[in-house]
């Protein structure tokens, strides 16, 4: 029993890990982060470049004439070059923009990983409901059985066989309305899994709570993707800032203009006709500087703003974690006190049945318990389903 109890339990465990594999690998929206954090990565390159090569060529209409001769056209090449670390400051902070665009891919697939867990087990409560029903509609039909019998021998009347046919009645409504919110839950179920075609989802036939709440090694919530994000976004402002001080000093250019000159005409001297070059170097200096200490005005608020942000996520965070514990323990309560009451409802059945071998069945007694065992069924399956609702939240969050 133990090992076909764990070989169960490894294959349903196998079943939900397929199915949120199966999601990430083809979810769109992770594919566009993907994509998006593709492109953050290729700005890397982009930040390894140097300003435009300016190069000028103009023709002198009127034409300057110097002693050598008139001058008939200028050619000019100009390079700025930023101060030393800007390229290194514009790499580090295009880097920084793609860790933090790579952090959301995770939180995407954290968050895909938790509605796929979700939508699994409320899948598995609607089916496990319908069996339940399935099982009462059928005990009802027994009930039937016996009780047209016991009208031949004066033990029941006709209005208990059609109390039995209502009840039924009733049941296979509830049991057909679940059946249509499965529909829906298993159209959503296939979006998540981005399926084309509308796919029959396995799920486990049976699931337990275990009698002990599990001891529970909570991770350092600073390690946890939503709250590195913030990290990587305090890194890129920071990075910025560099870039922004660096941007504040001053550039410097280097060029050469080159002069095309005429021979004098008739006229035989040293360096008749010779052309120019003229070596040159520029300096860019930002001296009305208010825009370099406004953005680093800006980049300390923003710091400051993500802080906050960061302080309030981890509190939600904190919260939830805390709140889906206590309901995971509430859910385990319920759950056996749920599956007591059931030994206590079939007890009482027993009862009933053992009496109508002396006396008259009252079937109205029999329906009044066969409505309690089937509402601690229900309620059953209900406390099964929040019990591993609340285990997907706070894997979400400590794992």
């Not at 069996?131 to 019998?149: C, F, R, V, W």
Request: hydrophobic content about 40%.
């Amino acid at each position: 029993m133990i090992i076909i109890l764990v070989f169960g339990f490894n294959t349903n465990a196998q079943i939900l890990e397929n199915y949120v594999e199966q999601a990430q690998n083809a979810n769109p929206q992770i594919e566009a982060l993907e994509l998006k954090y593709k492109v953050a990565s290729e700005k890397v390159n982009e930040a390894n470049t140097l300003p435009n090569t300016e190069v000028g060529a103009g023709y002198f209409v009127s034409e300057p004439e110097t002693r050598t001769g008139a001058q008939k056209a200028k050619l000019s090449i100009k390079q700025m070059m930023p101060w030393f670390g800007t390229i290194t400051a514009r790499e580090n902070y295009s880097t920084s923009l793609a860790d933090a665009a790579y952090v959301d891919i995770a939180i995407a697939k954290r968050k895909l990983a938790l509605s796929v867990t979700q939508t699994y087990y409320k899948l598995y409560a609607l089916k496990a409901k319908q069996k339940i029903l399935q099982q009462n509609i059928d005990l009802l039909n027994t009930y039937e059985e016996l009780a047209l019998n016991a009208i031949e021998v004066n033990k029941a009347s006709s209005v208990d066989v059609l109390r039995l046919q209502i009840r039924q009645n009733e049941l296979m409504e509830k049991k057909d309305l679940l059946m249509g919110d499965e529909l829906a839950l298993e159209t959503r179920f296939n979006n998540l899994l981005n399926n084309e075609v509308e796919n029959n989802i396995l799920v486990e036939d049976s699931l337990t709570i275990p009698d002990e709440e599990p001891i529970l090694a909570i991770e350092d919530l600073k390690v946890h993707p939503e709250l590195e994000k913030y990290d990587k976004l305090y890194a890129s402002v920071k990075e910025a800032e560099e870039l922004n001080q660096t941007e504040n000093a001053p550039a410097i250019g280097f060029g050469i203009d080159y002069i095309a000159v005429e021979k004098r005409p008739e006229m035989n001297f040293t360096d008749n006709g010779k052309d120019i070059f003229m070596p040159m170097v520029s300096v860019s200096i930002p001296i009305f500087n208010n825009k370099y200490k406004s953005v680093t005005r800006q980049h300390e608020i923003q710091q400051q703003e993500i802080e906050a942000q960061k302080r309030e996520m981890k509190n939600n965070l904190e919260t939830t974690l805390k709140e889906a514990i206590q309901q995971r323990i509430s859910a385990r309560i319920s759950y056996q006190t749920q599956f007591k009451n059931i030994e206590k409802a079939k007890d009482a059945e027993e009862i009933l049945l053992k009496q109508y071998e002396t006396d008259i069945l009252d079937f109205q007694d029999v329906l009044d318990i066969q409505e309690l065992q089937l509402k601690f069924q229900l309620h059953q399956i209900e406390a099964i389903k929040n019990y591993y609702l609340q285990t997907a939240i706070i894997n979400y969050i400590s794992n």
